[in-house]
C-alpha cells in the first residue's frame, strides 16, 4: 500500500468520525497535552513544541499513525525531527475552536504533504529541527479550511458531520 493509500485510510477514520483515541503523545521534539505545561528554567537543549488542546487523546492518536505510516521510510531517524514539530505547528495554526474533525484534518493535511512529498522525490529539502533560529514549523500558516476540505473531498474522502466527544 503507498504512503496516500496508507493516509486516505486514516482520513476515512476521520471523515466517519471513527477516529481513536490513544495517550498523549510525547517525542521527536513535540508534546500533546489537555492543559498548559509548567516551563521551567531554559536548559541546554530547546524545549519542545507544545500542542495543548482539549482534544489531546484524539490527536495523540493520530499523531501515531502517522508515526506508523513514515516510520516505514529507511531514515525516518533523520527526518522525524521534522515531521513532528510541523504537525505540531499545523494543529496549533488550526487550534480546537472549530472542533476535533477540523483539528485532525488540518494536522494530516502536513502529512500528507510531508510524506507524499517523500515518497515521491525521497529526499528532504529540510532535514534540521532549527531553521535561522527558530523551530521548523513556527512561522506555519494556517490553510483555509475550506481548501483542506476539497482536498479531501477530491480524493474522494466520505466525510460526516463530527460527532460529539467526551473530553478527558
Known amino acids: 500500500m503507498s504512503v496516500t493509500e496508507e493516509l486516505d485510510v486514516i482520513a476515512r477514520q476521520i471523515g466517519q468520525t471513527t477516529w ?6 510525547g517525542g521527536a521534539g513535540i508534546v ?4 498548559e505545561p509548567n516551563r521551567g528554567p ?3 537543549y530547546p524545549d519542545p513544541t507544545y500542542v495543548v488542546t482539549p482534544y489531546a487523546h484524539e490527536l495523540s492518536w493520530l499523531i501515531e499513525r502517522i508515526r506508523d505510516v513514515a516510520n516505514q521510510f529507511d531514515g525516518f531517524w533523520a527526518f522525524k525531527m521534522s515531521l513532528f514539530p510541523r504537525l505540531a505547528a499545523c494543529a496549533n ?15 494530516l493535511f502536513e502529512a500528507y504533504t510531508f510524506l507524499t512529498a517523500l515518497e515521491d ?6 532535514t534540521y529541527p532549527i531553521s535561522f533560529g527558530q523551530p521548523v514549523g513556527e512561522s506555519y500558516r494556517q490553510f483555509p479550511f475550506e481548501l483542506i476540505m476539497d482536498f479531501y473531498r477530491a480524493r ?6 463530527e460527532r460529539p466527544t467526551s473530553r478527558g
Do not use: N
Request: hydrophobic fraction near 35%.
Open 20 to 25: 481513536g483515541r490513544s495517550k498523549p503523545f
Open 32 to 35: 500533546v497535552q489537555m492543559h
Open 42 to 44: 531554559e536548559g541546554f
Open 93 to 107: 495554526a488550526c487550534g480546537s475552536e472549530k472542533g476535533i474533525q477540523q483539528l485532525l484534518f488540518a494536522t
Open 121 to 126: 522525490d525521497g529526499r528532504m529539502i529540510e
Open 156 to 161: 474522494e474522502i466520505p466525510i460526516r458531520r
